[in-house]
């Protein structure tokens, strides 16, 4: 079991920045992988970024150039700085937490950060 914790949400116009942390109560390193999914009122939820634990990341077309993901082993935190944000970035952010090897798979996420960007 483990714990992620994030912060960092909040209210921003067009264009600003945000960066979100993800607090993990035990090791992030046995993950396969740490990423940031969004889910906007009525969608559903989206990949935004992962990031391995061999430190390969992959980023949804929307936000690639403008998103980075990053991770800090030794703090069991993960990072999303978010630059030139946009009115459709706004979303409920989750973090999460994949396990996928040759004894199955496993999801652990947090509870969501609101960003809002406004026009």
């Known amino acids: 079991q483990v714990q992620l914790v994030e912060s960092g949400g909040g209210l921003v116009q067009a264009g600003g920045s945000l960066r979100l942390s993800c607090a993990a109560s035990?090791?992030?390193?046995?993950?396969?992988?740490m990423g940031w999914y969004r889910q906007a009122p009525g969608k559903e939820r989206e990949l935004v970024a992962y990031i391995t634990s061999g430190g390969n990341t992959n980023y949804a077309g929307s936000v690639k150039g403008r998103f980075t993901i990053s991770r800090d082993n030794g703090e069991n935190t993960v990072y999303l700085e978010m630059n030139s944000l946009k009115p459709e970035d706004t979303a409920v952010y989750y973090c999460?937490?994949?396990?996928?090897?040759?004894?199955?798979?496993?999801?652990?996420w947090g509870q969501g950060t609101q960003v809002t960007v406004s026009s």
């Open positions: 999460n937490a994949a396990r996928r090897d040759h004894f199955g798979s496993d999801d652990y």
């Open positions: 035990g090791s992030i390193f046995r993950f396969t992988r």
